[in-house]
């Protein structure tokens, strides 16, 4: 090999990893937090002064929830072969020194290749932005849960959010019931997991229409007047608006299985691009950068083994038996529905009046564990469930000198309450948490009780309530 590289053409693994982060519009310095690596580190190895160890290329792809890593592995191999013009030894090196050649032949062309071929997979569904999300940790919950639990077929799925630990169930449980009274997660729910007919082609044909669309050739909306330069790029917003009312316009051509998928697929697809930190409480008050609206499908697939509800868990709690009640419900004051306010007016499209800054609706699905009265609903969620064993997510922010942060059920109260349903024991898993900016801790765990229950102690151990 003769040294015939022109390093300035060369599209580097730092350049992508660089353009992936943009258009996920997440700053260096959050990247920096969130994988350890050292900001300066990070700049250097975007800029190509260097090569990112493979230790820090998987790091990135969790980061950015970048499902092929072994693809950002190829890439700096790759970039190592060049600069070292050096054989490697293994399926990986000769996949990379094809890269090589291709980077070398098709210099600049070669990022949008590299991007077209990632960006046409389908999104899976922990790629969402969501606070609390258990993500990272859903390994750590079912694993825990397979080892101290026995003769388990149900799962109950109490404050579902984002559906991570339905997806995981529905891989290791016999029935699995999901539960979330946010518009928006239920009809993810639906569009991921629910049972129900959908032909790919036909989805496939709308999002090709709207990816086609010229937003200069349509009118303002709802969306892009109330939402345009604010939550989104403007011509963004068009897209959203136009897109989201033909949906609505065709929903008789769809099953309720498609009508679902094109509905989540919007969400998904314009999540990436919203001008948030990653929730609606508030948009960046900065010029919003033009990125493209291009849509690609969910990653939905159809079970026979779940039942979807969108109520209040308590009142579910009621009409349901479990052998699992996993319970992980918001602890803090903030309003889940109020966070994501605008995929819920997405989802519903009743255009409603929006007040304030931020642009609300007027409150509705406000949640009492957000309140002063946590404690009491948490105690009857309890006393009301009809499971084997009980499973309680938790993590100890409670003593955050954020007032919205701060949570509303100690971990000394969420104890005394699932002890009266019988043996309960606490297991932890070091985990980011995220805060205002306030809290500052450093010994921050993600708590898991397990609760076997006993339900003639549970009887005797809650009188006063039944007395009541």
């Keep these: 090999m003769s040294k015939v590289v022109n390093i300035k053409n060369m599209i580097t693994l730092g350049y992508i990893l660089r353009r992936i982060r943009e258009d996920k519009q997440m700053p260096l310095q959050r990247v ?16 190509g002064k260097r090569i ?203 099953t309720e299985k498609e009508y679902c998928i094109l509905i989540a697929t919007l969400i998904y697809n314009i999540d990436r691009l919203a001008n948030t930190v990653g929730h609606f409480e508030a948009y960046i008050k900065k010029p919003i950068k033009h990125q493209p609206l291009k849509l690609r499908m969910i990653e939905a697939e159809s079970y026979d083994n779940i039942a979807i509800f969108k109520q209040d868990s308590n009142l579910l709690a009621k009409s349901l038996t479990a052998d699992i009640a996993y319970i992980d419900p918001p602890y803090n004051s903030r309003q889940y529905c109020r966070f994501y306010h605008v995929y819920e007016t997405l989802v519903k499209w009743d255009m409603p009046q929006l007040y304030g800054v931020a642009l609300k609706p007027a409150p509705e699905n406000m949640s009492r564990y957000c309140t002063s009265r946590a404690v009491d609903a948490f105690e009857d969620l309890i006393f009301n469930l009809n499971a084997k064993y009980i499973v309680v997510s938790y993590n100890n922010t409670y003593n955050s000198r954020s007032s919205s942060s701060e949570n509303k059920i100690t971990l000394e109260q969420i104890k005394c309450i699932l002890e009266k349903c019988g043996r309960t024991h606490i297991y932890e898993s070091s985990h980011r948490f995220f805060n205002a900016g306030k809290t500052d801790f450093s010994n921050h765990k993600e708590l898991l009780f397990i609760t076997t229950v006993d339900e003639e102690y549970k009887r005797k151990s809650f009188a006063s309530i039944l007395c009541g």
């Excluded at 013009?85 to 996949?95: F, G, Q, T």
């Design 52 to 254: 990112a160890t493979t230790e820090q290329v998987l790091k990135l792809a969790h980061v950015y929830e970048f499902d092929d890593a072994t693809t950002l592995l190829i890439q700096r191999q790759s970039d190592e072969i060049i600069s070292k013009l050096n054989s490697v030894d293994s399926d990986i090196a000769l996949k990379a020194l094809q890269a090589a050649k291709e980077k070398v032949a098709y210099g600049s062309q070669y990022l949008s290749l590299f991007m077209e071929a990632n960006y046409s997979k389908p999104i899976a569904l922990e790629s969402r932005r969501y606070i609390g999300s258990k993500t990272k940790l859903i390994d750590w919950i079912m694993d825990t849960i397979r080892q101290e639990t026995e003769d388990v077929h149900t799962f109950f799925d109490v404050f579902a959010g984002t559906g991570v630990v339905t997806k995981a169930a529905l891989k290791s449980f016999d029935y699995v019931f999901t539960n979330d009274f946010l518009h928006s997660n239920n009809i993810i729910y639906k569009a991921f997991f629910g049972d129900g007919d959908f032909d790919e082609i036909k989805i496939g044909d709308f999002l090709d229409k709207y990816n086609d669309i010229d937003p200069n050739s349509i009118s303002e909306n709802y969306f892009s007047i109330n939402f345009g330069g604010k939550y989104f790029e403007h011509e963004v917003a068009k897209l959203v608006g136009y897109i989201r009312q033909d949906i609505e316009d065709n929903k008789e051509s769809l």
């Design 32 to 47: 920096s937090e969130s994988s350890g690596i050292d900001a300066t580190l990070l700049s250097k190895i975007e800029t």
